[in-house]
């Protein structure tokens, strides 16, 4: 019953911020054990994991990604915010939320968002 439905601008010019929120319904951010993800994939490609803020606000952000991004939380709104700075064009990508239950390490996605396309460009 959980739900995920991402929101942001779908156009960000090149070295701008990008600042995506995700909105979660039907359960809690805050509830145990839960890791609330960032996602995306590019044209062509596969997709790539960005990051995630944990139940107890912890955050983990993939090698690639860590010097440029960032995953915040509003409790009262149960949202996560990804804020993904100075973005080049290679940033282009659909860009999905997601939830892990039972811990990180499982990687088992077991919800996700519709995504938003997101494209950078001047």
């Known amino acids: 019953q959980v739900q995920l439905q991402e929101s942001g601008p779908g156009l960000v010019k090149p070295s701008q911020t990008l600042s995506l929120t995700c909105t979660v319904s039907?359960?809690?951010?805050?509830?145990?054990?839960?890791?609330w993800n960032w996602i995306r994939q590019p044209p062509g490609k596969g997709v790539e994991w960005m990051g995630a803020?944990?139940?107890?606000?912890?955050?983990y952000y993939s090698p690639s990604l860590k010097s440029r991004a960032s995953i915040s939380r509003d409790t009262s709104k149960n949202q996560f915010i990804l804020q993904l700075i100075s973005v080049i064009p290679e940033d282009t990508a659909v860009y999905y939320c997601?939830?892990?239950?039972?811990?990180?390490?499982?990687?088992?996605?077991?919800?996700w968002g519709q995504g938003t396309q997101v494209t950078v460009s001047s």
């Open positions: 803020i944990a139940y107890n606000g912890g955050t």
């Open positions: 039907g359960g809690s951010i805050t509830a145990n054990y839960d890791y």
């Open positions: 997601a939830r892990i239950s039972g811990g990180l390490s499982s990687g088992n996605f077991g919800s």
